[in-house]
């Protein structure tokens, strides 16, 4: 199946700083790419819709100036927490279609901690 | 109401049981479902995809579709330790998913050697 790497894998990070998460599409290329965050014990939560060559789609209640998504080439999208804060803590994770059939592949997921 | 409700265990079973795992959903126009593994801080893994109603099968995972009930099953066989993980049903009204993929909470499992 199609590959979608994600990286870092953890990080931990002071208040108040920026961190940056990438999703790649290693062996296919991807026009749209999403970014979900989930809470331990609990489901996965669409944030965004990224898009390739134009403004990512955010879901309702998701702020746009603190989850800046960029999508900057077919194979590359980057989700920047900006400002971050404890409660931007938790599991993120990107995903994009592929293969025939656009099943959708998801990356292996970012732990962020903000301390 | 959430859309998709699902049981989340923990479900522990002893090595060789046959598992079943279930999700029930409110929204008719859902036309295609999966199961997606998910391991401790990883990423979902695709295990089974399947359009309407009716069964899917590949190795010891068999997938069922009840759309008259609105109720999804995943069936694992001979389950291992190594199934061991968190398992969610996912379902969308369109082939491409668009980003409306719903998910259901996800049934943790755990299999004892």
């Known amino acids: 199946g199609a590959v979608v790497s994600q990286h870092p894998s953890w990080v931990i990070c002071k208040s108040g700083t920026s961190v940056k998460i990438e999703c790649r599409s290693l062996d296919f290329q991807a026009t749209t790419m999403f970014w979900y965050r989930q809470f331990p014990k609990q489901s996965l939560m669409l944030m965004a819709t990224s898009n390739e060559g134009s403004k990512a789609t955010y879901e309702q209640g998701v702020e746009k100036d603190k989850f800046l998504i960029n999508h900057a080439s077919l194979t590359l999208s980057t989700l920047t927490v900006t400002s971050a804060h404890p409660e931007d803590s938790s599991f993120y994770i990107c995903s994009a279609p592929g293969g025939r059939d656009e099943k959708l592949f998801f990356g292996s997921g970012t732990q962020l901690s903000v301390l | 109401q959430k859309e998709v409700e699902q049981d989340p265990g923990p479900l522990s079973v002893p090595e060789g049981a046959i598992v079943s795992l279930n999700c029930t959903y409110s929204?008719?126009?859902?036309?295609?479902f999966m199961w997606y593994r998910q391991y401790s801080r990883k990423g979902p893994e695709l295990l089974m995809y399947t359009y309407s109603s009716g069964n899917k099968e590949d190795g010891r995972f068999t997938a069922q579709v009840d759309k008259s009930s609105k109720y999804i099953s995943l069936f694992i066989r001979d389950s291992q330790p190594s199934d061991s993980a968190t398992y969610l049903c996912a379902m969308s009204e369109v082939r491409n998913q668009g980003g409306k993929l719903i998910f259901g909470q996800g049934t943790e499992l755990s299999v004892k050697p």
């Open positions: 929204n008719s126009a859902f036309q295609y």
